[in-house]
């Protein structure tokens, strides 16, 4: 993933362990996944941080319409929020003292240029190419990815008060999906365990998964494959969907 700053991410661990992970590393340019399985977990930690972070909350009722697809959006776009508010607090800090802005770029790989430049600071001498370079190291720092990954083939259908089918667009994995694309996030989206073809068609309907007129993408496809054979099958039937495959992670047996 050429465009973070880490060559490594935190992957989702299991429905609830990595759900909060890009509160605490994304501010210091670390990627991490939330798992999207459990959305009521997710409306009781969104109503924790909000009111942590003095963020307004409504409660989104388990029975509300669509309310998974909500759940999930609110949810991150409060990570979000509160991403951006620390990644900017530590834009303010100052070089030269123990504090977040320092542990920011130490955490860098040594062959970042980022933190080549950031071990050149330190050794210069005060004047206004110093200063130019602090401007400059600022401006370049960003928050890591706050990705998602769905669970394709967790996929059930849910039912009406009265005991009727709801429509297809609600069965979990859908509806999920649908939650992050209505969010706020410029990211990733991993799928794994499986395909489900009906769900990658689903998922043309959103204009954030293509690339727009500057020729970026702003919600990225990330599909967890055990062979070639399953990244050839995926990467193909996507394709015919007019959908790019940003990246292939290699997902072991259990």
């Known amino acids: 993933m050429t465009d973070l700053i880490h060559s490594f991410h ?144 967790v996929d059930r259908t849910h039912y009406t008060k009265n005991g009727d089918p709801l429509g297809e667009e609600f069965t979990d994995a859908k509806a999920g999906l649908r939650g992050y694309a209505n969010s706020c996030l410029q990211s990733s989206i991993v799928f794994s365990a499986g395909i489900n073809q009906r769900l990658y068609s689903y998922m043309s309907k959103f204009r954030d998964f293509y690339r727009d007129k500057m020729g970026r993408i702003k919600k990225r496809i990330v599909l967890k494959v055990s062979d070639f054979r399953s990244a050839l099958i995926q990467g193909k039937f996507l394709a015919k969907k007019g959908l790019e495959v940003y990246e292939f992670r290699i997902e072991s047996g259990l």
Do not use: C, W
Not at 36 to 50: F, M, P, T
Not at 100 to 121: G, T
Not at 122 to 148: F, Q, Y
């Open 10 to 153: 935190i992957p989702v661990m299991g429905t609830g362990h990595s759900v909060d992970t890009p509160i605490r590393v994304a501010p210091f340019g670390i990627s991490s996944v939330i798992s999207l399985v459990d959305d009521l977990l997710l409306e009781k930690i969104r109503k924790y941080y909000a009111e942590k972070y003095g963020l307004p909350y409504h409660n989104i009722a388990k029975d509300d319409e669509d309310g998974r697809a909500k759940r999930i959006s609110a949810y991150l776009n409060v990570v979000h929020e509160i991403v951006q508010k620390k990644m900017e607090e530590i834009k303010q800090q100052p070089f030269y003292e123990s504090n977040n802005k320092q542990k920011y770029f130490e955490l860098l790989p040594e062959d970042s240029m980022l933190k080549q430049k950031y071990n050149k600071l330190l050794i210069m001498n005060a004047g206004d190419e110093r200063n130019d370079l602090e401007k400059d190291l600022t401006l370049n720092m960003k928050p890591g990815s706050i990705d998602v990954n769905i669970m394709v083939n």
